[in-house]
């Protein structure tokens, strides 16, 4: 199975863009990339998700690396709000039924 | 919110007993999804069902069961319950059976399970 690997913690400052790096190496062809985030005492929450081109959402943008062995999840302007855990996941080729969690980025902003 | 509902919120029970987490999908969605997070775990898949039928298993025991219902609502049980079996339980549901590449999975509250 194809693993990603996210740095433990990152700090920002409200307001500030941020972007959390995920590298995934051994990523194949048909792995799509995913994002969610957990805020404190709550189920996981969907960010976004892509295969090759970068994403955009009303919550983030996705930029993928061309080689697309790595990709990063971009904050535009962090708020208190968005301090939470933030899992980047690979989904297992194209029939993947499981999204698989690692330890996740544990995202701190403040003021 | 996120449309999914999971029942108990909260639940504490001794060693060895036997206990049943429920979860109501997002109406229209046919597949759930459980998922298990400990302290020392993080968040564990476990097993899935689509429209009734299973569709994927990862680590989950031989003394945990699910099913789906046709209405599909879907159930965890735990049997024999020990002290590691202690977790936040959570269920998601999707709308396809193949949340790998279809995207987003809708996780409910959780139910935090206590083994004393």
């Known amino acids: 199975d194809a693993k990603t690997t996210q740095p433990n913690s990152m700090e920002s400052n409200e307001e500030e863009p941020v972007h959390l790096p995920c590298n995934h190496s051994t990523i194949s062809g048909t792995d799509y990339i995913h994002w969610y985030r957990q805020l404190p005492s709550q189920g996981p929450e969907y960010v976004i998700h892509?295969?090759?081109s970068n994403v955009n959402n009303r919550m983030a943008s996705l930029a993928i690396a061309e080689d697309r062995k790595s990709s990063t999840l971009i904050l535009h302007r962090a708020t208190l709000r968005d301090a939470a855990v933030y899992y980047c996941i690979l989904s297992y080729g194209g029939t993947a039924s499981k999204l698989t969690f690692g330890t996740g980025t544990r995202l701190q902003v403040t003021l | 919110d996120s449309g999914v509902t999971q029942t108990p919120k909260h639940l504490i029970t001794a060693t060895g007993q036997r206990v049943t987490l429920r979860c109501s999908p997002r109406s229209g969605d046919l597949s759930v999804y459980w998922y298990q997070q400990s302290l020392d775990q993080g968040l564990q898949f476990l097993i899935q069902?689509?429209?009734?039928?299973?569709?994927a298993k990862g680590n989950i025991l031989e003394r945990f069961s699910a099913q789906q219902f046709p209405d599909l609502h879907s159930e965890l049980n735990l049997s024999s319950l020990e002290l590691g079996d202690s977790a936040l339980y959570f269920c998601?549901?999707?709308?396809?059976?193949?949340?790998?590449?279809?995207?987003?999975?809708?996780f409910g509250e959780g139910s935090r399970l206590t083994v004393l």
């Open positions: 069902y689509y429209n009734g039928e299973e569709r």
């Open positions: 998601a549901s999707s709308v396809g059976g193949l949340a790998g590449n279809t995207g987003e999975l809708f």
């Open positions: 892509g295969l090759t």
